[in-house]
């Protein structure tokens, strides 16, 4: 697990370290400096030319160094400063003396243009960037972007907002984003992290106590974080031992919805799962899961203390039938519930709140339907919107996007894994048996939900990998699950 700060947090950890524990900010400059050099230097070859476009704060002031340590060990590195020198903060006013004193070329901004340098490294503006770019910074950002260099960024690409992933009217595409001491939100967040190509977290020497300062809400998983995570398997056990699934799903016109989030209970580790689904449905969803048990809809109230867990509302339908079904099991659920699908629309009809034993699992429309927020509002800030709602709801959100973010009211996971492979018909199907499946394990609510998003999306990953994006589809995941889970099990296999 890896937290992520706003650039108001990462501020915040700065001054804490500067002005509590009393480390010299030339220190900390110095030493993401270092950091860069010493990743500029593995990757780029001994000739290249590197060139920093520094602004006046102090991001500029790392940049500066960063082209003054390369120019001492004896590699082609230059600096060209934009802005005005008055409003240079007094470490960059520092370094640019420094630099000077070493013999750096300070060349002018205009230099851009001719493309003589095959590395750019960008100190315009780090964390604290709140306004717009305009007049010469835009003027110097579309430049570089148009340039043929490769482009590294300190921190943060210049133009992007750190808290919201927000594009301040213009930023820099960079290739690599070194940042430093701990992951901002806005490299994570789109549009940011489109722009923030590969993402390194440099160790630039925060102490411990100004890391530990600031509690944020906001975290995301790692593949190595997979295993202790997953619920544990005794060796001596049966079928009921881990737990049943009771998949309320599918209608006379769609069954496909039913059968993809049987399987993916079952692929998650369930013992057992039963489908309620119209008669029709019988024939084609055993031949699809013949692991599954089969109950027809009428037969609801009879099944419902069978399960540990139930999922409702992939392909369900919105007609009456459906409706009383999602009311029956929303007021009388024993057990951790998912709400999925069609049955997220019929839950609203007739309840305002659930509890934290719910996970609901919109996309954005459904989330502007529960929400009563504009789709664009909601893609802007979909952080906020996924908190927002579980606090609303009292439940658990699963808000689905490129970047999914589930929440409990109190902190927000923030999915990093899946790619555009998976916006697909059925994918949502797959996720919300996934969850289903390791509720009826034991997993709480809010911890099934955050682990069966990342692996979720990690099989997107690994199919697309072997399938291509445009060929992925939702049934390809189930086989992408296995893989995931055993991959992330292995050590303990060993």
């Known amino acids: 697990m890896r937290y992520l700060f706003t650039g108001q947090d990462a501020k915040k950890i700065d001054v804490h370290a500067t002005e509590v524990v009393g480390m010299p900010s030339l220190v900390l400059m110095e030493r993401a400096a270092m950091s860069a050099v010493k990743l500029l230097l593995e990757r780029e070859q001994s000739d290249a030319r590197f060139l920093a476009v520094c602004g006046p704060g102090n991001n500029g002031g790392d940049g500066v160094a960063t082209a003054r340590i390369l120019h001492e060990m004896g590699y082609k590195a230059a600096v060209a400063f934009v802005g005005q020198p008055e409003k240079m903060s007094s470490e960059t006013q520092k370094?640019?003396?420094?630099?000077?004193?070493?013999?750096?070329?300070?060349?002018?901004?205009?230099?851009?243009?001719?493309?003589?340098?095959?590395?750019?490294?960008?100190?315009?503006?780090?964390?604290?960037?709140?306004?717009?770019?305009t007049d010469v910074y835009e003027q110097i950002i579309n430049e570089i972007n148009d340039s043929d260099a490769i482009v590294y960024s300190l921190d943060i690409p210049s133009g992007v907002h750190a808290g919201s992933g927000e594009i301040m009217n213009v930023a820099i595409k960079a290739d690599t984003t070194i940042t430093f001491g701990v992951n901002k939100l806005g490299l994570i967040l789109h549009p940011g992290c489109t722009y923030a190509g590969e993402v390194i977290i440099a160790d630039i020497g925060f102490p411990k106590e100004s890391l530990t300062m600031i509690k944020s809400p906001y975290y995301y998983y790692e593949p190595q974080d997979i295993r202790h995570m997953l619920p544990e398997r005794k060796p001596r056990t049966h079928k009921g031992s881990f737990g049943h699934v009771l998949v309320v799903?599918?209608?006379?016109?769609?069954?496909?919805?039913?059968?993809?989030?049987?399987?993916?209970?079952?692929?998650?580790?369930?013992?057992?799962?039963?489908?309620?689904?119209?008669?029709?449905?019988?024939?084609?969803?055993?031949?699809?899961?013949?692991?599954?048990?089969?109950?027809?809809?009428?037969?609801?109230?009879?099944?419902?203390?069978?399960?540990?867990?139930?999922?409702?509302?992939?392909?369900?339908?919105?007609?009456?039938?459906?409706?009383?079904?999602?009311?029956?099991?929303?007021?009388?659920?024993?057990?951790?519930?998912?709400?999925?699908?069609?049955?997220?629309?019929?839950?609203?009809?007739?309840?305002?709140?659930?509890?934290?034993?719910?996970?609901?699992?919109?996309?954005?429309?459904?989330?502007?339907?529960?929400?009563?927020?504009?789709?664009?509002?909601?893609?802007?800030?979909?952080?906020?919107?996924?908190?927002?709602?579980?606090?609303?709801?009292?439940?658990?959100?699963?808000?689905?996007?490129?970047?999914?973010?589930?929440?409990?009211?109190?902190?927000?996971?923030?999915?990093?894994?899946?790619?555009?492979?998976?916006?697909?018909?059925?994918?949502?199907?797959?996720?919300?048996?996934?969850?289903?499946?390791?509720?009826?394990?034991?997993?709480?609510?809010?911890?099934?939900?955050?682990?069966?998003?990342?692996?979720?999306?990690?099989?997107?990953?690994?199919?697309?990998?072997?399938?291509?994006?445009?060929?992925?589809?939702?049934?390809?995941?189930?086989?992408?699950?296995?893989?995931?889970?055993?991959?992330?099990?292995r050590e303990e296999i060993r």
């Open 249 to 489: 799903a599918g209608s006379e016109t769609m069954c496909g919805a039913a059968c993809l989030c049987a399987e993916a209970a079952y692929k998650s580790g369930a013992g057992l799962v039963r489908v309620v689904s119209p008669g029709i449905n019988r024939d084609i969803i055993l031949e699809k899961c013949p692991e599954a048990l089969f109950s027809e809809r009428d037969e609801l109230s009879e099944v419902t203390d069978w399960a540990d867990a139930i999922v409702i509302g992939p392909g369900l339908g919105l007609d009456k039938e459906a409706q009383e079904m999602v009311q029956y099991v929303v007021e009388n659920s024993p057990v951790p519930t998912v709400i999925d699908g069609d049955g997220i629309k019929l839950a609203r009809n007739f309840t305002s709140t659930l509890s934290e034993n719910f996970v609901v699992t919109p996309h954005m429309k459904e989330m502007s339907y529960l929400t009563n927020r504009d789709i664009n509002d909601l893609l802007k800030n979909p952080v906020s919107a996924a908190f927002d709602a579980a606090m609303d709801l009292d439940g658990i959100v699963v808000c689905k996007d490129a970047r999914t973010v589930v929440s409990d009211g109190h902190s927000c996971y923030i999915n990093v894994s899946g790619n555009n492979g998976m916006a697909t018909g059925g994918s949502g199907d797959v996720l919300a048996g996934v969850v289903g499946g390791f509720l009826a394990q034991g997993m709480e609510p809010f911890d099934a939900a955050k682990l069966a998003v990342y692996l979720h999306g990690l099989a997107g990953d690994v199919m697309a990998e072997k399938l291509s994006k445009y060929s992925l589809m939702a049934s390809d995941l189930l086989d992408g699950l296995g893989e995931v889970i055993r991959e992330g099990t």
């Open 95 to 133: 370094q640019m003396e420094i630099a000077v004193g070493c013999h750096v070329p300070v060349i002018p901004i205009s230099s851009i243009k001719d493309n003589q340098f095959d590395v750019i490294i960008d100190g315009l503006f780090g964390i604290g960037l709140t306004r717009e770019i």
